[in-house]
């Protein structure tokens, strides 16, 4: 997953353009620490191109995996011209990436990656005659949707409401990658670790000898449910969870884990949460923790909406498959909040 760079390297990709009459155009050579410089005295925005970094960026929502040249996250509008400029006079590709939820590959490639979705989020007016709205590169449909929503216009197509997917585990590699002398800790869903967390375990086991401090602890919350996303359809739509596309087979991602080297822990009762913390955070080597969760406890935000609560309602009135344990756990959790609390 990882690679070194050095300060001037070939650009033999396929996709770096091609010469006359079709054949294929003469390997260009880039100035690594030129491209670097340039970036960092005309952008305004951040320039990266440490390891840490790299490695981030290697991955998306997809299965494919390439180190960039280096980073851009553009402040402006005019960073992103410029980058195309510094970029285009070192003959360095360029690749354009906003939430990383791409399960085909689109935003990983030996190339300077332009991330728009840190500061390019502004939404401009609405025109509803002309059914228009202007928007910076890197909003995603959700923040569009509400702030166009109430005047009848909603985009319906894209990928992009969620999150970026499954990027714990390759985001904690990254992490140890720029602190080494540290320990790193991941939460990750188990539909995470079935779609890349598992492989990137023996990502883990390949460098954790490398680093200085070797723990980095991930603990599945593992329930074999699509929680998220069956939430979301009964908070959003109203509907009832779709098993068919929801559940998850079962996998004892500790045994994974021990089957590489690593120290695996199962906790299945909460008395042994505190327990499996601490040998995880005294091992001399990285850690999965496979912690069972009830798919049941609902995500209750402080902010809720009322029409939130109601969709919920609706879904389980609808047929949903574990409205008991739903409506069980969730009258559960909010008279916790009313009751008093042992003080810290």
Request: hydrophobic share 40%.
């Amino acid at each position: 997953m990882f690679m070194t760079q050095t300060n001037r390297e070939r650009n033999d990709s396929p996709r770096a353009g091609s010469g006359p009459g079709g054949r294929p155009a003469a390997p260009n050579v880039i100035d690594i620490a030129g491209l670097e410089r340039g970036l960092r005295q005309a952008v305004r925005g951040e320039v990266r191109f440490d390891a840490a970094s790299r490695a981030m960026y290697a991955n998306d929502g997809s299965n494919f995996r390439q180190v960039p040249i280096g980073v851009v996250v553009p402040q402006t509008l005019d960073d992103i011209v410029t980058t195309h400029r510094v970029c285009a006079a070192q003959g360095a590709p360029i690749v354009n990436r906003g939430g990383g939820t791409s399960l085909s590959g689109e935003t990983v490639n030996y190339a300077v990656v332009i991330d728009n979705s840190k500061y390019l989020t502004g939404i401009g007016d609405t025109d509803t005659g002309r059914r228009l709205v202007t928007a910076e590169p890197g909003v995603i449909n959700e923040e569009l949707n509400r702030a166009t929503g109430r005047s009848g216009l909603v985009l319906r197509a894209g990928p992009g409401n969620l999150a970026t997917m499954g990027p714990g585990v390759p985001y904690g590699i990254g992490a140890k990658f720029a602190c080494p002398g540290r320990p790193v800790i991941v939460f990750a869903g188990d539909g995470a670790m079935q779609m890349n967390g598992l492989a990137e375990l023996i990502t883990i086991k390949r460098y954790w000898p490398e680093w200085d401090d070797p723990r980095l602890i991930v603990a599945v919350l593992h329930n074999d449910d699509l929680n998220q996303v069956t939430w979301e359809m009964r908070a959003m739509e109203g509907a009832p969870k779709f098993t068919e596309s929801q559940t998850l087979p079962s996998v004892d991602y500790a045994a994974f884990a021990e089957s590489l080297g690593l120290q695996a822990i199962h906790v299945d009762k909460p008395a042994e949460i505190g327990p499996a913390w601490e040998a995880a955070l005294a091992a001399a080597r990285p850690t999965v923790l496979d912690v069972r969760t009830d798919p049941d406890v609902p995500p209750i935000p402080p902010h809720a909406t009322f029409e939130q609560a109601k969709n919920a309602g609706k879904a389980m009135l609808k047929g949903d498959e574990d409205r008991r344990g739903v409506i069980a756990e969730g009258v559960k959790t909010k008279t916790q909040e009313f009751l008093p609390h042992r003080a810290q």
